[in-house]
């Protein structure tokens, strides 16, 4: 697999004070498997969809003060986490953990833009990130939730040389970051009325799924909570959950598409 070009969306991973929870619920919702727990990095536990990895669950760390807010954490692809990490900074970021090794797997570091979104950067080594994209079960999108459109706009453009375009509608500031031709990101603007105080800002991570309709039923079932949807769009039916444990995600159904594309501007 070639290396990603920097700033594309590479892995996706989250903490949850209970682990096999998560597997039960991640297991009916989006058809995962897991693999075996990594003792030496903190029993961190990929997920798989058909053998292939598509994102790992992990358990808080040992002596974390309270129980974690889980929630998924999207990482971009660096060729150098270090010289990231500085443009983080230099960009008005902050860093909430420092460049580290993950034994031969790679290299990574957590951040946070200055409108309080948190994600992380993933230098590759033996983990080269998603080994399936876009395929029921998968990552296929993601989106930055932000208060402070702004600032989260400049921060993301600057950091990874995004280009950046909105969509002609009156009504909505929806913006796309691109790397060329390839669309990376969209960027939404979080209203006070639609999301209260407490939440703060974050990046929603869309997975695909076969049928939107039935993966929020198996959400609900399984103890989850819808908070949007489902809805048709141009890009696909979609739906917001909440897992037990808090994690926001969508899942889309991109094969089932209703409506012209927007156009960009």
């Known amino acids: 697999m070639a290396s990603r070009t920097e700033g594309t969306p590479v892995w996706t991973d989250a903490m ?31 997920a798989y969809r058909g053998g292939k990895a598509v994102a790992a669950v992990v358990p808080p760390m040992p002596g974390q003060d309270g129980e974690p807010q889980s929630a998924w954490c ?3 692809a660096s060729p150098d986490v270090e010289t990231t990490a500085e443009k ?47 395929e029921s079960g998968s990552y296929v999108w993601a989106e930055v939730f932000t208060r402070e ?20 509608d009156e009504h909505m500031d929806y913006r796309v970051f691109d790397l060329g031709a ?7 603007v979080m209203s006070a009325e639609d999301f209260p105080a407490e939440i703060p800002s974050y990046i929603q991570i869309y997975f695909a799924v076969d ?38 995600f969508a899942v889309i159904d991109v094969k089932t598409t209703v409506g012209e594309m927007p156009e960009m501007e």
């Open 16 to 46: 949850f004070a209970d682990v096999e929870g998560a597997k039960s619920f991640y297991g009916d919702v989006l058809g995962w498997t897991f693999g075996e727990s990594a003792s030496e990095f903190g029993n961190y536990t990929q």
């Open 74 to 76: 999207l990482y971009f």
């Open 88 to 134: 983080i900074k230099a960009a008005g970021g902050t860093l909430v953990m420092e460049p580290m090794r993950v034994g031969t797997f790679g290299s990574m570091c957590l951040a946070q833009d200055p409108a309080g979104v948190v994600f992380g950067v993933w230098q590759a080594g033996d983990h080269e990130g998603f080994e399936v994209e876009g």
């Open 149 to 168: 459109p702004a600032k989260s706009d400049a921060f993301f453009t600057e950091v990874f040389d995004f280009g950046s375009k909105k969509i002609k």
């Open 182 to 188: 390839d669309p990376v990101l969209g960027r939404m």
């Open 211 to 248: 049928n939107c309709d039935k993966a929020v039923e198996s959400a609900e079932r399984a103890g989850g909570r819808k908070v949007f949807g489902p809805m048709d769009s141009p890009f696909g039916r979609f739906a917001a959950i909440v897992d037990p444990q808090g994690a926001a």
